[in-house]
């Protein structure tokens, strides 16, 4: 049971946060939503200092950005999702589990200024583009032209920030991690991978 004076029990497994969404959006979460414990370890590095603000990089449904917001309330968590309707579910997963530190932006990440955060999460959302099935939906364009458009210009973004921004990739190929940035942590089988920029 949840509500006001329990005790909230979505954070206790992935298969609990899951019972958020649809039941559509649920079969979803093991190929595109963040694992519980990647989440939890993500935050964690991103949120080391005071009122860090923190930008998940294609956000689907919010997952990263509500067990970020939730275990570490000191920081402030976006998310940027270009799909509408994965935004809504995403608002209202917000709105149900009644997270303060949480805001979700609807659009292309290439219309967001970087230096309004200070570090980035980064579960591979350009990947849809080389894959040829695994898609979340046929709603938008997908080519591997738009892959290499999209990995430059997180590149670039990167690049132009300061020295000691931090960066957690989760099964990413690497493209759009600037040479500037130093791994300094990696877990599950290598697919996380922390980064600092020196």
Same mark, same amino acid.
């Given at each position: 049971?949840?509500?006001?004076?329990?005790?909230?029990?979505?954070?206790?497994?992935?298969?609990?946060?899951?019972?958020?969404?649809?039941?559509?959006?649920?079969?979803?979460?093991?190929?595109?939503?963040?694992?519980?414990?990647?989440?939890?370890?993500?935050?964690?590095?991103?949120?080391?200092?005071?009122?860090?603000?923190?930008?998940?990089?294609?956000?689907?449904?919010?997952? &990263?950005?509500?067990?970020?917001?939730? =275990?570490?309330?000191? !920081?402030?968590?976006?998310?940027?999702? +270009?799909?509408? #309707?994965?935004?809504?579910?995403?608002?209202?997963?917000?709105?149900?589990?009644?997270?303060?530190?949480?805001?979700?932006?609807?659009?292309?990440?290439?219309?967001?200024?970087?230096?309004?955060?200070?570090? &980035?999460?980064?579960?591979?959302?350009? =990947?849809?583009?080389? !894959?040829?099935?695994?898609?979340?939906? +046929?709603?938008? #364009?997908?080519?591997?032209?738009?892959?290499?458009?999209?990995?430059?210009?997180?590149?670039?973004?990167?690049?132009?920030?300061?020295?000691?921004?931090?960066?957690?990739?989760?099964?990413?190929?690497?493209?759009?991690?600037?040479?500037?940035?130093?791994?300094?942590?990696?877990?599950?089988?290598?697919?996380?991978?922390?980064?600092?920029?020196?």
């Amino acid at each position: 049971m949840d509500n006001i004076t329990s005790k909230p029990t979505w954070y206790t497994s992935d298969a609990a946060f899951d019972w958020l969404y649809p039941e559509r959006i649920q079969r979803l979460s093991k190929q595109h939503w963040t694992p519980m414990e990647v989440a939890k370890k993500s935050a964690r590095f991103l949120a080391t200092g005071t009122k860090k603000r923190i930008l998940d990089i294609g956000c689907g449904v919010g997952k &990263f950005c509500l067990i970020g917001g939730h =275990f570490f309330p000191e !920081a402030q968590f976006s998310g940027v999702e +270009q799909r509408k #309707e994965l935004f809504h579910f995403a608002q209202a997963a917000k709105e149900r589990t009644n997270t303060q530190n949480v805001n979700f932006i609807n659009n292309n990440f290439t219309k967001i200024d970087f230096d309004d955060f200070d570090h &980035f999460y980064f579960y591979n959302a350009f =990947f849809e583009n080389l !894959a040829e099935e695994g898609q979340i939906d +046929q709603g938008i #364009e997908y080519s591997v032209s738009l892959y290499n458009y999209y990995s430059r210009y997180m590149y670039k973004c990167l690049e132009n920030k300061p020295a000691g921004t931090r960066l957690v990739t989760f099964h990413s190929l690497e493209d759009e991690v600037p040479p500037s940035y130093q791994l300094v942590d990696a877990t599950v089988d290598f697919l996380l991978k922390m980064w600092v920029k020196r």
